[in-house]
């Protein structure tokens, strides 16, 4: 079993930067592709980006392309999500999740997921 803790969420204005963080327990965080989602209330959980095992291959959804950077230090059981040039858009409560099978966007298809961590874009 794969225990995710997020954190880094808070309040920023349209266009600042946000670096949110995701500590994995155990001793198997490198077997595990990695993603990052988010969900405004009453609406669907959606993808924004993803990472292989070695960090190699990373995913993005078009909508934070550009301006969003997934990252991982496998020593440290922890994947990153680097969020720049943010949006009043891009306001949701973010959760990182683990799945075994590579970097894809499916929801269904990651076994473990965090609390999550709100971010929040002013105008």
């Known amino acids: 079993q794969v225990q995710l803790v997020e954190s880094g969420g808070g309040l920023v204005q349209a266009g600042g930067s946000l670096r949110l963080s995701c500590a994995a327990s155990?001793?198997?965080?490198?077997?595990?592709?990695m993603g990052w989602f988010r969900q405004d209330p009453g609406k669907e959980r959606e993808f924004a980006a993803a990472?292989?095992?070695?960090?190699?291959?990373?995913y993005y959804a078009d909508s934070v392309k550009g301006r969003f950077s997934i990252s991982r230090d496998n020593a440290k059981n922890t994947v990153y999500l680097q969020m720049n040039s943010l949006k009043p858009e891009d306001t949701a409560v973010y959760y990182c999740?683990?799945?075994?099978?590579?970097?894809?966007?499916?929801?269904?298809?990651?076994?473990?997921w965090g609390q999550g961590t709100q971010v929040t874009v002013s105008s």
């Open positions: 155990g001793r198997t965080f490198s077997t595990w592709a």
């Open positions: 990472i292989s095992r070695s960090g190699g291959d990373t």
């Open positions: 999740a683990a799945n075994r099978f590579g970097v894809f966007d499916a929801v269904t298809g990651y076994v473990y």
